[in-house]
């Protein structure tokens, strides 16, 4: 028995990275897992390694900075799956170091819809549907440490995780009454895929290394770290968590180090 059978869980970004490692964590739990991801070529194979572990496991192509295609897809999931239990918003991306003055309403834009509206989108859908189905569910954001400990040149990209943090604690205090907690989770450097290749590259490698001197703990976080934390704020283990912002970055935002 897994500790979350007969349960619903969506995972948006759910086809590589953090997204992949949350939701290969509750599908091992016994979850009845939900994908959502742009690249439906990702997404396929994410969903046949999830199928290895559980074989209740979904999966949906959506493009997540597409307020339509969002509300499309959470009305098939509800109606061919049901009403979820836990959702957790992880779809987003990282974008490179933009100096402020090179910043165009393009970049600024597509960083917003796609590292925060998508959450509010999936959000106020599924929501809803707990709130009518009387479900008392979870719901987890994917924040950044960035957004705690601000750097130059990341202005698209911090403006959007802190809306992020902004948005669940809002959410928490709306949906209190529905029984419906709402939690967010400040990731540190983290070694997904997409970082590991960075250390194939001398230069990209160095300043790896410079980063990781910055962690307290002395290395990158691992993505099964990351999923940890959220299965932990999405069990009935934090019942009585809500509108928390929980850092999970060795000790990168604490201070200089």
Known sequence: MGYFDNKKVVVTGGSSGIGFGIAKLFAENGATVILIARNAE?????????????SHVYKYACDVSNPSEIEDTCEKICKEVGVPDVLANVAGGFTEKISWDKITPEVLEQSMRTNLFSGFYFTKFFAGAMKDNSVKGSIVNIGSSSALQVKRGRIQYTL?????HTMTKVLALDLAQYGIRVNSIAPGPTKTEKIEKRFDDPKLREQELKRMKSIPLGRLAA?????????????????????????VDGGYTVGIY
């Open 42 to 54: 990702k997404l396929e194979g994410a969903y046949k390694k999830i199928q290895d572990i559980n």
């Open 160 to 164: 959007s995780k802190s809306g992020v």
């Open 223 to 247: 993505v099964e770290e990351i999923a940890n934390a959220v299965y932990f704020l999405a069990s009935d283990k934090a019942s009585f968590i809500t509108g928390v912002v929980l850092p």
